[in-house]
RNA sequence: GGCGAGUUGGCGGAGUGGUUACGCAGCGGAUUGCAAAUCCGUGUACAGGAGUUCGAUUCUCCUACUCGCCUCCA
């Protein structure tokens, strides 16, 4: 059996991988706030995961794993932009969620087979709330309710930092119905222009956190319960699942406010065994931010023309523990490499079973060595083992079956292609007669109007460069 | 201030207690009328200091620098 080892962010260590139950692995990520656009740093994670989700698939088999990845969709930032805009909220997450399933499609990544919305898990939210109140780990003050983090001994065991520690160093608001300045709150009250709920608090509506907790369990422990899919050993565990994932700017505090409701509300030692959290994006050596103008969404490069697959080839070629940089170079080089592949990935036609090169997979089951993994696709190109890089490349999620369009057109309108065969076959005569001159000087016009030129075989060939303007294109037909 | 990650050749980026990363760029060659593409070959590296060791880029400590989080940004 295939060893998966994974760096646990609990622990600080590569540990090796071993699922509560092999039938049926499941793993929870932290999913998006739908507000607005996924900006290119949101696309990280969910192809970090989706790499581990389709090797979780690889190793236990499709129908054995689970993977669940919620979201928000009632928050402030939603609020606020309801507020600004005038639009129904119901308009902006309906809207923004289905453009987050389309830009993540767009770069490879499968669907989860839970997508909870949390609007939808209220009730589940609300009984946890009431079941922390009734432990002691949670009070209500003044409509708000508030967990209690020193009720909870092992509050920041997965950032490692303590209670005092963050005390002295926060600079978080302290509100005067706060216990604890660390205390966090659960439940807050709606006024009649903000979406609520009645509960036993007054109208209201979910802190951020206890979304995670509650549909984490609802559909990882409550749901496979209810419909006897949980193995004997899975049992012995209650409420505990394999794997929680998510940007490492999410583990303080997001997931240890996660940890400290679940276990507290399910009177566990651990919510999830293995946590993993990738590293954060930046763009040509700096932090994305609108301040510096390098900030931009998944939907603007793909707008751009930049094909999905050359955005998750140049994701996949940094490890995900690593800072990643998004630099122009890095996405001409990917698109470059990923045409060659392509082309020769053509030539086979393997079928996409599961005997996948084991360069590949054990590349990839040392802690997602993704950059190893295309190192080793390298090698099996270079090697001209075409169809087992067909397979490593669809593991990856750098293929689906089909050549890419964008590999095949040349991005020519038929009335520029005509213009430019028309040129081409002029400049063929020219080459028949040997007049390198006038052919050359053919070329450099086609170039300098954005058009290369590839004297292959029998017939030459020609593709759109980024510069070019059809403009020059017509004003060369002049001058011939 | 607290916690954490990192510093590898021109650039990107893996990895290892003693041996080739790999990709791009460069250089040389093949091929081509010339280019492009393709193929073959090839040089350059492990932030600094101390320690452990027969031997460290790889382990330990220190220093410098960079970055992230501590603010419901993935």
């Not at 991988?17 to 039938?23: A, G, L, S, V, Y």
């Not at 190793?59 to 129904?88: E, L, M």
Request: net charge negative; proline share 4%.
């Amino acid at each position: 059996m295939t060893t998966l080892k994974l760096h646990n962010t609990k622990t600080r260590k590569r540990e090796v991988f071993e699922p509560i139950d092999r039938d049926n692995v499941r793993m929870y990520v932290c999913g998006p706030t739908v507000y607005d656009r996924a900006h290119l740093g949101n696309a990280r994670p969910v192809i970090v995961f989706d790499v581990l989700y389709r090797l979780l698939r690889h190793i236990y088999r499709a129908d054995h794993v689970t993977y669940v990845r919620n979201f928000t969709d009632v928050d402030d930032k939603i609020n606020a932009r309801s507020a600004d805009s005038g639009r129904p909220i119901a308009e902006i997450t309906q809207e923004t969620t289905q453009w987050f399933l389309d830009d993540m499609a767009a770069v490879g990544a499968l669907e989860p087979d839970h997508m909870p919305r949390a609007t939808a898990y209220i009730p589940q939210m609300v009984t946890m709330i009431e079941d922390l109140i009734a432990k002691g780990h949670a009070y209500a003050a003044e409509g708000h309710v508030l967990f209690a983090v020193e009720s909870y001994k092992d509050y920041g065991a997965l950032s490692g930092r303590s209670v005092d520690d963050m005390i002295a160093g926060a600079r978080v608001e302290v509100a005067p119905y706060k216990r604890n300045p660390m205390d966090f709150v659960l439940w807050k009250p709606s006024d009649a222009d903000t979406p609520g709920w009645e509960s036993p608090w007054g109208r209201g509506r979910p802190g951020w956190h206890i979304e995670c907790s509650a549909m984490a369990d609802e559909l990882l422990w409550e749901k496979p319960l209810a419909e006897d899919r949980l193995s004997e050993s899975a049992k012995e565990r209650p409420h505990v699942f394999d794997i929680h994932g998510g940007g490492n700017d999410l583990m303080f505090p997001h997931h240890e406010n996660e940890i400290a409701q679940s276990c507290c509300a399910n009177e566990t030692d651990s919510m999830a065994n293995y946590w993993l959290h990738n590293e954060m994006l930046q763009v040509e050596g700096k932090k994305m931010s609108k301040s510096l103008g390098n900030f931009f969404t998944v939907r603007d490069l793909l707008d751009q023309g930049v094909p999905g697959e050359v955005i998750r080839f140049v994701m996949l070629s940094t490890h995900y523990r690593k800072p990643m940089d998004w630099t122009q170079k890095k996405r001409e080089e990917a698109e470059t490499t990923l045409k060659k592949w392509y082309r020769q990935i053509g030539l086979s036609t393997a079928v996409l079973d599961n005997d996948v090169h084991s360069g590949t997979t054990n590349a990839l089951t040392e802690d997602l060595n993704t950059p190893e993994a295309l190192t080793n696709c390298h090698a099996l190109s270079n090697g001209g083992d075409y169809s087992q890089l067909r397979k490593s490349l669809y593991l990856l999620g750098l293929f689906d079956g089909n050549i890419p369009d964008w590999v095949k057109v040349k991005g020519f309108s038929d009335a520029e292609t005509g213009l430019i065969r028309h040129f081409l076959n002029r400049r063929e005569n020219a080459r028949a007669s040997r007049d390198f001159q006038l052919a050359d000087k053919m070329r450099d016009g086609l170039a300098d109007a954005g058009v290369l030129v590839k004297d292959t075989g029998a017939e030459p060939e020609f593709e759109r460069l980024s510069n070019f303007n059809v403009n020059k294109l017509d004003e060369l037909w002049g001058d011939v």
